[in-house]
């Protein structure tokens, strides 16, 4: 039996998050980590304002005990990896057990995937989204519980030191002017099979999804060509543990890369002393060059899956009205089986 947690699962929860595998690369990386069964009571207490979901599963076949549970968090919308969250799409970020743990491992997440589904397709989620590590059994049991790959991934990782010392370029904070470009940049960039799993109304936003207005933690800059078009934009993340990057570079202007880079890493060496990560997808093929020039390393590989959930439309059930004038009456069939020509 699969149910949502509750206080009654805390011992389980308790038990199974020690052999769980976490999917949520850049939280790992990031953030000061919270245990699942953290993430499980503040879902509960808070309900829909916490972003995040918990499915327990507990049950006996063959006199075999099958646990496991699942958690998934609301997706930010705008960009992939920035803007405002949005309840019509998921990211499963961590399931328990192990694959590794039991030989039941499989059918125990399986089974969990698919009851994630029909529970986000009835909440009004439309897709489900994964982050696997690359050549695994995880890949296996997502394809079998219909999710597809749509992109892959690779995380660079950079401590080197000193920072770049390069007089001041060009670039600059990004402003409100910019959101619209900065949008059309990434649509022109991005493959049409990732822009149908991560924008399926296949047009763009307008007013753009693109939220310039970013606090401490979060910074974007952008590089303007001399023509006044946006060449390339990085977004970055600060958290209590390292530093994420995004970026966004035309073909046509590979200098952007250094550029932005650069201006990042002077920026960051004047703040603090905190690893940084950027993540690069299997077609941003100008960007791994500028970050190994830089000292950043390969640190893992990933793959990226989605699954549209078929989400429940109310039927509007017809009126009845009272006929008006005469009443219609059936007129019965004639059957030429039986029938002969007179």
Same mark, same amino acid.
């Given at each position: 039996m699969i149910k949502p947690?509750?206080? +009654? #699962?805390? $011992? /389980?929860?308790?038990?199974?998050?020690r052999s769980s595998c976490s999917l949520d690369v850049q939280t790992n990386l990031l953030e000061e980590p919270w245990t699942p069964l953290h993430q499980a009571l503040r879902g509960y207490i808070l309900k829909p304002t916490a972003g995040v979901c918990t499915y327990v599963m507990h049950t006996s076949e063959h006199q075999r005990a099958?646990?496991?549970?699942?958690?998934?968090?609301? +997706? #930010?919308? $705008? /960009?992939?990896?920035?803007?405002?969250?949005?309840?019509?799409?998921?990211?499963i970020v961590r399931i328990a057990p192990d694959l590794d743990f039991s030989e039941d491992a499989g059918t125990v997440w399986y089974r969990l995937l698919l009851h994630l589904c029909v529970a986000a397709g009835e909440a009004g989620t439309q897709r489900l989204f994964a982050r696997l590590p690359e050549?695994?059994?995880?890949?296996?049991?997502?394809?079998?519980?219909?999710?597809?790959?749509?992109?892959?991934?690779?995380?660079?990782?950079?401590?080197?030191?000193p920072y770049p010392t390069h007089?001041?370029?060009?670039?600059?904070?990004?402003?409100a002017e910019d959101q619209w470009e900065i949008q059309k940049l990434w649509r022109s960039l991005t493959p049409a099979r990732?822009?149908?799993?991560?924008?399926?109304?296949?047009?763009?936003?307008?007013?753009?999804?693109?939220?310039?207005?970013?606090?401490?933690?979060?910074q974007g800059y952008v590089l303007r060509r001399e023509e006044g078009d946006v060449a390339g934009f990085v977004h970055m993340l600060r958290r209590p543990r390292g530093i994420w990057l995004r970026l966004l570079v035309s073909p046509e202007a590979r200098h952007a890369a250094d550029a932005l880079l650069d201006h990042v890493l002077i920026t960051l060496g004047e703040q603090g002393n905190r690893p940084i990560y950027c993540a690069v997808r299997d077609y941003e093929d100008n960007i791994e060059s500028p970050l190994q020039q830089r000292g950043f390393e390969h640190v893992s590989s990933h793959s990226l899956w989605v699954k549209q959930t078929a989400v429940?439309?109310?039927?509007?059930?017809?009126?009845l009205v009272h006929a008006v004038g005469k009443?219609?009456?059936?007129?019965?069939?004639?059957?030429?089986?039986g029938t002969k020509d007179h």
């Amino acid at each position: 039996m699969i149910k949502p947690f509750g206080l +009654r #699962q805390i $011992g /389980l929860m308790y038990h199974l998050q020690r052999s769980s595998c976490s999917l949520d690369v850049q939280t790992n990386l990031l953030e000061e980590p919270w245990t699942p069964l953290h993430q499980a009571l503040r879902g509960y207490i808070l309900k829909p304002t916490a972003g995040v979901c918990t499915y327990v599963m507990h049950t006996s076949e063959h006199q075999r005990a099958l646990q496991g549970f699942v958690q998934a968090r609301t +997706r #930010q919308a $705008g /960009l992939p990896w920035m803007g405002r969250r949005c309840s019509a799409a998921v990211d499963i970020v961590r399931i328990a057990p192990d694959l590794d743990f039991s030989e039941d491992a499989g059918t125990v997440w399986y089974r969990l995937l698919l009851h994630l589904c029909v529970a986000a397709g009835e909440a009004g989620t439309q897709r489900l989204f994964a982050r696997l590590p690359e050549d695994t059994l995880a890949e296996d049991v997502f394809r079998q519980a219909g999710f597809a790959v749509y992109c892959r991934e690779r995380v660079f990782g950079w401590s080197g030191r000193p920072y770049p010392t390069h007089p001041a370029s060009p670039v600059r904070s990004v402003t409100a002017e910019d959101q619209w470009e900065i949008q059309k940049l990434w649509r022109s960039l991005t493959p049409a099979r990732v822009l149908s799993a991560e924008e399926p109304n296949g047009q763009p936003a307008s007013p753009p999804a693109i939220d310039v207005h970013f606090s401490e933690s979060e910074q974007g800059y952008v590089l303007r060509r001399e023509e006044g078009d946006v060449a390339g934009f990085v977004h970055m993340l600060r958290r209590p543990r390292g530093i994420w990057l995004r970026l966004l570079v035309s073909p046509e202007a590979r200098h952007a890369a250094d550029a932005l880079l650069d201006h990042v890493l002077i920026t960051l060496g004047e703040q603090g002393n905190r690893p940084i990560y950027c993540a690069v997808r299997d077609y941003e093929d100008n960007i791994e060059s500028p970050l190994q020039q830089r000292g950043f390393e390969h640190v893992s590989s990933h793959s990226l899956w989605v699954k549209q959930t078929a989400v429940q439309v109310k039927e509007n059930r017809p009126r009845l009205v009272h006929a008006v004038g005469k009443r219609a009456e059936v007129a019965p069939t004639i059957s030429h089986s039986g029938t002969k020509d007179h």
